[in-house]
């Protein structure tokens, strides 16, 4: 096997490991083992014409929107401004701190936790 061979299985192999395993994933590679490679790629197909409509949908509400956001930016940001003023302005009157003492503790050691969580 030549170095050529090596590295285009290796990049193949990537692929399929890089991409996400989603739940419809799963379902083509069950429908294709259980049933064959046409039901598999109807699958696909049915689930790549989904996101297909979905992202024209976005896309014509983005595009609807934009005109309406462009125009209105200036109004928009300084709305935007305020109401974050207003919010900081309240949690900087609040104290929320007001009355905390740190706490000291012993740092945990949950390797394996952290590990299988991820």
């Excluded at 209105?72 to 309240?90: D, E, P």
Aim: contains cysteine; proline residues 3%; glycine residues 12%.
């Amino acid at each position: 096997m030549s170095l050529s061979e090596i590295a285009v299985k290796g990049f193949i192999i990537g692929l399929f490991v890089a991409s996400p395993m989603g739940p419809i994933n799963m379902l083509c590679i069950q429908r294709t083992l259980n049933r064959g490679w046409k039901h598999g790629f109807s699958t696909g197909i049915g689930a790549m014409l989904s996101d297909l409509t979905y992202a024209l949908i976005t896309l014509i509400g983005v595009a609807m929107v934009s005109g309406f956001l462009a125009k209105h930016k200036t109004t928009i940001q300084l709305v935007g401004s305020i109401i974050l003023f207003f919010f900081g302005f309240g949690v900087f009157r609040s104290n929320p701190l007001k009355g905390w003492t740190p706490t000291m503790k012993v740092e945990e050691t949950r390797y394996m936790k952290d590990f299988i969580s991820s």
